[in-house]
């Protein structure tokens, strides 16, 4: 069997096997041996960086409760999520898109550009910032996400 924590999986496109490492998140072609390691292998077309926008709504539990928005953010958690959740709904019904109501609500700095902040790859973001993101496909929209930032809305645009 592989070397710990690679894992063997099927590469449907080639139709034979390539191997997953779970903690650096590489894949490869040629079998592991104990001495590959993250530099001496390349890594086949695995979605390494993803690249999103979000809408940020900070409440009193948030890790640093302020923003551009606001300098003190006193908001409830609840209170944040009826926000979040009727903001959700606004783009789910086409009333309006992620990018344009973050421009002006989202308490994150990146509302001046849409809430978009460019790519990252894994162990960049909080996790569960990290996982809904991987979670969704391109063009996909996350549902209400809490992280010790906030409640967002995740729209994953690459
Ligand atoms: N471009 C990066 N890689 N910046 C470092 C990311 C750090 C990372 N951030 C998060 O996981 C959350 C989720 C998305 C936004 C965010 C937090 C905060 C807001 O929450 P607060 O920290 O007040 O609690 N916004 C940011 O970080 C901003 N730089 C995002 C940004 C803004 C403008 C341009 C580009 C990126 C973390 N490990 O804490």
Not at 75 to 101: H, M, N, Q, Y
Not at 114 to 119: A, I, S, T
């Amino acid at each position: 069997p592989p070397p710990a924590d690679w894992e063997e999986r099927h590469s449907n496109s080639r139709g034979v096997p390539y191997y997953f490492n779970r903690t650096t998140r590489q894949s490869v072609w040629e079998r592991p041996t104990p001495s590959t390691s993250a530099s001496s292998t390349i890594t086949i077309g695995a979605p390494q960086k993803v690249r999103a926008s979000h809408l940020l709504v900070k409440h009193a539990e948030s890790r640093r409760p302020s923003s551009w928005k606001s300098p003190t953010i006193t908001r409830s958690k609840e209170e944040a999520r009826k926000i979040i959740t009727g903001f959700r709904k606004r783009i789910v019904s086409g009333e309006t898109d992620l990018p344009t109501l973050a421009k002006t609500e989202s308490d994150c700095s990146s509302a001046q550009q849409g809430g978009d902040f460019g790519f990252f790859g894994p162990k960049q973001m909080q996790k569960a910032f990290e996982d809904a993101t991987y979670a969704l496909q391109v063009g996909e929209l996350s549902g209400v996400v809490d992280s010790d930032s906030g409640l967002h809305l995740i729209l994953r645009t690459a």
